[in-house]
């Protein structure tokens, strides 16, 4: 019997067992579609923005769960260990606060402890609000993205895209790199070199938002100037707050004289 051209031409229905060809396609192409073209603005090309300390406070929520979590070992635990957990993955924080205990602990066990603290910490988070992203932060992130500046939230949490659709900012970044994201923490540049290769920026032209010393050297490290929200050792600009910094201060280090 002859092919019966008509009936194989464009739309073609496809069997129920395979992928639509069009859902096939758009799948395929993607990925394409969302590499950005490579920015040509003068001067600074993105900000990447670290999250808990910067675009909203969840420092008490980990301290709470950490608390938590230490009260039921019986572990000491107090604002000046806590201190040290800033920006550090989850394990390593717990290894912290295990101490010399942490060796008489298997990896499963450790695992079924940092989730449990997630549990915790997970519980506070859910009751985030729009209205609990940092002051500035939606203003400041309008005014770089009008200006052509791309955005990124760059975190060690693994929960980062959780809080930002909470805070409903997540339509507000161009990218998101967090924990689960990257096999080396900061300090180690690998999160924010990731940022600016998906942004297709060069690293000088990228600058950090950070309120951790390890996320300073972490950017230091990946060559970006940086900026501390309140004093962080390191950094080579501090302000107070998201309110004090505008695209022009962000600006300043790559304007020509
Ligand atoms: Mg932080």
């Known amino acids: 019997?002859?092919?019966?051209?008509?009936?194989?031409?464009?739309?073609?229905?496809?069997?129920?067992?395979?992928?639509?060809?069009?859902?096939?396609?758009?799948?395929?192409?993607?990925?394409?579609?969302?590499?950005?073209?490579?920015?040509?603005?003068?001067?600074?090309?993105?900000?990447?923005?670290?999250?808990?300390?910067?675009?909203?406070?969840?420092?008490?929520?980990?301290?709470?769960?950490?608390k938590?979590?230490?009260?039921?070992?019986?572990?000491?635990?107090?604002?000046?260990l806590n201190r040290s957990f800033r920006g550090?993955?989850?394990?390593?924080?717990?290894?912290?606060?295990?101490?010399?205990?942490?060796?008489?602990?298997?990896i499963e066990e450790k695992t079924v402890l940092a989730e449990r603290k997630n549990g915790y910490y997970l519980d506070q988070v859910r009751t985030l609000r729009p209205e609990d992203a940092a002051p500035g932060a939606r203003d400041l992130l309008t005014e770089l993205r009008?200006?052509?500046?791309?955005?990124?939230?760059?975190?060690?949490s693994k929960n980062a895209r959780l809080v930002l659709d909470l805070l409903r900012l997540a339509d507000a970044f161009d990218t998101v790199v967090d924990g689960g994201d990257v096999t080396r923490g900061k300090p180690d540049p690998q999160c924010f070199l990731k940022a600016a290769a998906t942004l297709r920026t060069a690293p000088q032209r990228c600058l950090v938002i950070e309120d951790g010393e390890a996320g300073i050297?972490?950017?230091?490290?990946?060559?970006?100037?940086?900026?501390?929200?309140a004093p962080v050792r390191g950094a080579q600009r501090s302000v107070g707050g998201l309110t004090d910094l505008s695209l022009p201060f962000l600006d300043a280090p790559y304007a020509t004289p």
């Open 1 to 66: 019997m002859p092919l019966n051209v008509e009936k194989v031409k464009y739309p073609l229905a496809a069997p129920a067992t395979l992928p639509d060809v069009h859902d096939f396609a758009s799948w395929l192409l993607a990925p394409a579609h969302r590499i950005p073209p490579k920015p040509t603005r003068p001067g600074l090309q993105a900000v990447l923005f670290d999250l808990d300390g910067v675009l909203v406070d969840t420092a008490a929520f980990h301290y709470h769960a950490w």
């Open 68 to 80: 938590h979590l230490a009260d039921e070992l019986t572990l000491p635990f107090d604002e000046n």
């Open 88 to 106: 550090v993955p989850r394990m390593a924080c717990l290894d912290l606060l295990l101490g010399e205990h942490a060796r008489y602990f298997a």
């Open 146 to 156: 009008a200006a052509g500046v791309r955005t990124a939230v760059v975190s060690a």
């Open 217 to 229: 050297r972490a950017a230091r490290a990946a060559d970006m100037p940086t900026v501390g929200i």
